[in-house]
């Protein structure tokens, strides 16, 4: 990593090796500056009181080495980072004014992209961390991470069923809760088609008795007109006198056609005198229909306004015309159909719910009888890992249990409550010293003893689900003497399958270091590019003498140094 303007740290490079390394220096050097820098590039909050004092922005920059095909690189490349040979480069820029950036690969990216890949990159612990350890849904998921596919297998399953049923059960508690309200609206619906129904409209038909009505209220002068007509064109046959426009066009076309062979053009308009004719003949024997099938019935007439009265009441309600009703009265049914079919979805909501609770039951046994198995060998594991870190006689367990509740589902016979990860509540206990109860770890442990049961969790799981790298800042707060140099040991035995990174004032601690990081800041109070390095030899002998005994040039300190590197280097 390269870290510029972060804290103390004015622009200072770390190289972190495979296995284990240290980082050491006097308080206040700026150690944590290099947990915070890792912190930022997995996408930690970025705090702009973390800004060097007169700097613009602190930038971190790292080179992270990634599986290929894990599960991280897939990640960065769907968010279009590129890789650098395996590697993937990443920065994050922290302003003054609180404004923040991610690059990852190049590309500039969320935050958030970065702390999706932290998770798979780099378990972080520190004394915050351990707060988190005494949480027991944090206990809970130590527990399945350890058991492995025996839980992950059933929890993915009953996490779908708990999904659904929660789903079913909302249904259900709308379906239930609203009935009355269901209930006014098919009766208002059942009314509404009734009434359309005894009416039994007809698509148009209230167009078509408009203009019946109209035609019947004015029948009279209909037939008057009428009749007037067809006298003009074809003759008043109680007036032999009279004149008529089919006689007089009649007479018209005698008088062309008799000369019609000396003149084309005289002969044409004779043709079109003759197509009048023709039109005017058909026009007469139509008004003469029309005025024998005149209808004047006042029955008639009554009986179209009563019509037109009924269809008026329901497009008062139901539309703008008799189209509009009908078209209600079809979206109507349909909406009838669904609110008749409630019960029978109650019912089949009921059913599936009863039985996604027998389902849950049996996976929520299969959970228990998973955790309970892996718990016993977890906590073997553990306890044998503490008698390593001088806690010989401390014995770690875990209560796992449920809570009755009479809405819940069924588990060893019986009725418990139940969340989205089970029926169980996991408790990590802790019995000290022999004699003492197993209580839980935020009661029955020292800072120090937690730290060491944390550590040896983590070296429990390095065997089976280890994440890439560790990085643990003072988890040996609190300890000291031969517990030191055990924690010492048991991080060199994590390092055989994972990178370590430790800051520690501890030399029992950094003595099995592979690689010893020393920070040290400038006499102007800031850690340049030359105040990070690393110790080797001599230079790492001065600084463990300076940890053991606060004197660099002390005999006995280096004395003791030497044996702990020879002690480490022997072990190793």
Do not use: C
């Not at 009434?195 to 009279?220: F, Q, S, T, W, Y």
């Not at 004032?505 to 020393?518: C, I």
Request: charged content about 25%; cysteine-free.
């Amino acid at each position: 990593m390269r870290i510029r303007s972060l804290g103390v740290i004015d622009d200072a490079v770390v190289e972190l090796s495979p296995g284990f390394t240290a980082v050491t220096g006097e308080t206040g050097a700026g150690k944590t500056m290099v947990v915070t820098s890792l912190g930022l590039l997995l996408g930690g909050r970025a705090d702009p009181a973390l800004v060097r004092i007169g700097a613009k922005s602190a930038v971190v920059e790292g080179r992270i080495a990634l599986r290929a095909g894990g599960t991280a690189a897939i990640r960065a490349e769907e968010a279009g980072a590129e890789l650098d040979e395996g590697a993937l480069l990443v920065s994050r820029t922290v302003s003054a004014e609180g404004r923040s950036r991610a690059f990852l690969g190049g590309r500039s990216v969320p935050v958030g992209v970065l702390a999706e890949l932290a998770d798979e990159l780099v378990a972080v612990h520190g004394q915050t961390d351990q707060q988190g350890l005494l949480r027991p849904a944090r206990q809970r998921e130590a527990l399945d991470r350890y058991a492995g596919d025996a839980v992950t297998g059933p929890l993915t399953k009953y996490a779908e069923a708990y999904r659904r049923l929660r789903s079913v059960a909302v249904e259900l508690d709308e379906l239930t809760t609203r009935a009355r309200e269901r209930a006014q609206e098919a009766d208002l619906l059942r009314f509404g088609l009734n009434e359309i129904a005894a009416v039994e409209p007809l698509p148009g038909e209230d167009v078509e008795l408009a203009a019946e009505a109209e035609r019947l209220g004015h029948a009279e002068a209909l037939a008057s007109a009428a009749a007037l007509a067809h006298a003009a064109l074809a003759g008043n046959p109680e007036d032999p006198e009279s004149v008529d426009a089919t006689t007089l066009v009649a007479g018209s076309h005698r008088a062309l056609e008799a000369v019609r062979s000396h003149d084309p053009a005289l002969a044409a308009l004779a043709e079109r005198i003759g197509e009048v004719g023709i039109l005017l003949g058909d026009v007469a024997g139509e008004l003469a229909g029309y005025a024998d099938d005149l209808d004047a019935d006042p029955l008639r007439l009554a009986a179209v306004e009563e019509r037109r009265a009924s269809l008026t009441a329901l497009t008062r309600k139901y539309g703008e015309d008799i189209t509009a009703v009908l078209a209600w009265a079809q979206e109507g049914a349909a909406r009838l159909t669904e609110l008749d079919g409630d019960d029978d979805r109650i019912g089949e909501l009921t059913a599936e719910r009863d039985g996604l609770r027998g389902e849950l039951s049996l996976l929520a046994q299969e959970l228990t009888d998973a955790r309970t198995e892996a718990a016993a060998r977890f906590a073997d594991a553990v306890t044998a890992e503490l008698a390593s870190l001088a806690m010989p006689h401390a014995r770690v367990s875990f209560a796992v249990r449920q809570v009755d509740d009479a809405e819940g589902v069924e588990v060893g016979g019986r009725t418990v409550a139940y969340g989205p990860t089970g029926a169980d509540e996991v408790e990590l206990l802790l019995a000290p010293h022999p004699g003492a109860p197993p209580r839980p770890i935020a009661k029955g442990a020292s800072g120090g003893e937690l730290s060491r049961v944390m550590l040896a969790v983590e070296v429990v799981f390095a065997g089976t689900d280890p994440v890439p790298t560790y990085l643990f800042d003072e988890v040996d707060a609190g300890v000291g003497g031969r517990a030191a140099v055990e924690i010492g040991r048991r991080l060199a035995k994590l390092a055989k399958s994972a990178q370590v990174v430790v800051v520690t004032h501890l030399p029992q601690v950094a003595a099995f270091a592979d690689r010893q990081l020393l920070v040290e800041k400038t006499n102007d109070g800031t850690v340049t590019r030359s105040g990070v390095t690393v110790l080797e030899g001599e230079d790492r002998v001065r600084e463990l003498s300076r940890m053991l005994a606060g004197q660099e040039d002390s005999e006995t300190a280096r004395a003791h140094a030497e044996e702990l590197l020879a002690t480490a280097r022997a072990e190793g």
